[in-house]
């Protein structure tokens, strides 16, 4: 009887354990979960789908065009007579996200990045001996790429006066129709304190980190275009 006695006890004793144990896994998994929902609340930023980015067509109508090429570039100053592209890239968009494609590419500048440029867009002068190509060789890519598309730069005139030398520079030249994100999201919301990329792109719940590489940048750029097109009722 008396080792029956103690059997039940030490049986009572592991429930008791067992059940505290499993007491204190519900309470940090529940305080675990109730912290990442805050964290949720507390940020909006996140990344956001392709097909997030367009408006429905039904809901809001087709404010930009069936198809259009998001495009960026890196350089290692701001006069297009003197300074040189050290990255492209470009996202191609149709309606169906499935259909997306990108281009990027490092290139090879004839002078040395500087400094400065390196610490603005991570992009060091190893990685464009390593990785860069020619930028008669990405050129001639990146014009078969786009086709006649429109093309939409967040700052055209400024990525525009680059693309258009170094397209010259390999005997061609773009008619493409030209957008520019910047201009649109100027008139789409008026006063705004800012009208950086990195500024727009916040204000949209949007995850900069990246920024200053050429294809976050044309990520980012997608939903200003899309969202100033919708205020404006449209393109230019």
Known sequence: MEVAAKGDAASLAEVRVIAVVLAVVVVITAIAVMYVLSRRRRSPSRYYTLEECLPPREAEGAFVPEHFV?????????????????ELAALKVQRDPARHTTFAALVTPVHPVPSAITALTGITQAMLDHQGKPVSEVMTTFVDFVGEARLVFFNAPFDYAFLSKATKGIGRTMHNPVSCALDMARRAWPGLRSYQLVALAQSHGLDTRGHHRALTDCALTLPIYCAAAAQLGGVD
């Open 70 to 86: 998001i495009v960026d570039l890196e350089t290692t100053g701001l006069d297009a007579d003197t300074h040189e592209i050290i």
